[in-house]
């Protein structure tokens, strides 16, 4: 590939030898910063690391404890920061999907960092200067408005901050401006692509090629769907606010796992219920150290969502390694009636079959002793001019299929377009209505 489809050649096809080194390096930057913060002096104190020569090789870093989401919650507002307050020029959070949101601090350079990671990723995909970039995504302390936004603008995009919502004028703007690369939640893009088909709308009145679609996980089917109802190349996204956001792992051309930026972040994956170390091609929890990070350093950050490393290289050049798909975060698991159920399971099944639209829901129910599952599914439109028997036929064989995959059986319940909720930003696809105790 020709050198100009980087954004930053010798960084992203960098060697491995030279990328230890490098991270070697920044890992000791990392803990000098981490020493810098009461919490991580007390807790590196216990690992014997008192100061950064203490790390000698990358081998070293596996004294260091782990980092939670509840240390960050704890640490809440700033009791991870490493630089002065006047050094700080942006304060991010995270969504607060699972609990209070966790705060992370930028310097300056943190900010320009940030940018060139999200830039690389942009190039990556084959978008470039001259391409007009609709950013759909909700601007503010959520970090894929303002992520996105900087690196887009880094590249040379035309930016339309539209934030999320509002589809009619998301399409009217697409039509107006000649919009050619989108950044959605999956959730949102199939919602759109939903409307488009609803409304009639042309594909041709648009000028789209690509939408980089993440911040929740989403399975291959919803990937072919969104590509072949809005004909342009999906690219998956993966981010979390802790490792700034977006710009952590994305896909490039070839479209096979998401390049993880390592000259930023050492990645590690660990078995989610013993945590010892597991090799490429092993699912497992993902764990980051930050490695360039000046304002809120972090060291062996659990995220919670599994994955697994892809062995091997990449067509494209870049020699950063690649990730898959993130099947979802380990506390997204539901038992039900004693069976574990991961709802990608269910939407890898809804997804696959032609009759099922662009939304769903997942409830589930006390009912007695036993734990009731049912699946609400919006089905596109000409699906209800059929007769009743062939609606019933088909709710039975959604039914199988999610049996199927994941073992109980669920009750189905088939709605026309338009009737469940709809999510402009993370989708809440998961309504567990059993007390808790
Ligand atoms: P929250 O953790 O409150 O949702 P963030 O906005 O930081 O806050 O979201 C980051 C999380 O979103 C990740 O840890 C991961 O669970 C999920 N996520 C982000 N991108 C993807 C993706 N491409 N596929 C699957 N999950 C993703
Ligand atoms: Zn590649």
Not at 14 to 33: C, H, K, P
Not at 34 to 62: E, H, Q, V
Request: charged share 25%.
């Amino acid at each position: 590939m020709a050198a100009s489809s980087y954004f930053n050649v010798s960084r992203e096809t960098i060697d491995r030898a030279s990328l230890e080194a490098l991270q070697l390096e920044r890992l000791r930057f990392t803990v000098g910063q981490a020493l810098k913060t009461s919490f991580y002096k007390r807790r590196l104190a216990r690992a014997g690391i008192d100061s950064p020569d203490k790390i000698r090789s990358l081998d070293d870093m596996l004294r260091i404890p782990f980092t939670t989401k509840d240390d960050l919650r704890e640490a809440y507002p700033q009791g991870l920061l490493a630089v002065p307050l006047d050094d700080v020029i942006r304060v991010h959070t995270s969504s607060g999907t699972t609990g209070t949101p966790t705060v992370i601090h930028h310097t300056r350079a943190d900010i320009v960092n940030w940018t060139e990671l999200v830039a690389r990723c942009i190039v990556a995909t084959g978008a470039h200067r001259g391409d007009v970039f609709q950013n759909m995504t909700t601007y503010g302390m959520f970090t894929g408005g303002l992520g996105l936004h900087y690196g887009a603008e880094a590249v040379g995009m035309m930016v339309i901050p539209a934030s999320s919502g509002n589809t009619l004028r998301q399409l009217k703007l697409m039509q107006d401006f000649r919009t050619t690369v989108v950044h959605a939640t999956p959730s949102y893009m199939l919602h759109i692509a939903g409307v488009l088909k609803q409304e009639g709308i042309d594909r041709a009145s648009l000028a789209l090629r690509k939408a980089f679609l993440g911040a929740e996980p989403y399975s291959e089917n919803t990937r072919l769907k969104i590509q072949q109802i809005m004909d342009m190349d999906v690219y998956n996204s993966y981010g979390l606010s802790e490792m700034n956001g977006p710009g952590v792992a994305f896909e490039c051309e070839h479209k096979n796992g998401m390049h993880v930026w390592e000259d930023a972040y050492i990645v590690e994956i660990v078995d989610r219920e013993n945590l010892s170390p597991l090799a490429d091609g092993d699912e497992g929890e993902i764990v980051f150290t930050t490695l360039q990070r000046e304002a809120t350093p972090l060291l062996r950050y659990r995220t919670r969502d599994l994955v697994s490393v892809i062995p091997g290289p990449c067509e494209c050049g870049r020699t950063h390694r690649r990730l898959g798909r993130i099947t979802g975060r380990s506390d997204d698991m539901l038992i039900i009636n004693g069976v574990n159920v991961f709802p990608s399971q269910v939407e890898t099944v809804l997804m696959g079959v032609k009759e099922v639209g662009t939304n769903y829901q997942i409830v589930i129910d006390k009912h007695g002793e036993l734990d009731k599952l049912t699946v609400d599914v919006e089905l596109y439109g000409k699906a209800f001019t059929g007769e009743l028997a062939s609606l019933e036929r088909l709710r039975d064989r959604i039914a199988e299929q999610l049996k199927a995959s994941i073992v109980i059986h669920p009750v189905v319940v088939l709605h026309e377009p338009g009737s469940l909720p709809v999510s402009e930003g993370k989708a809440r696809r998961v309504i567990d209505r059993r007390p808790k105790d």
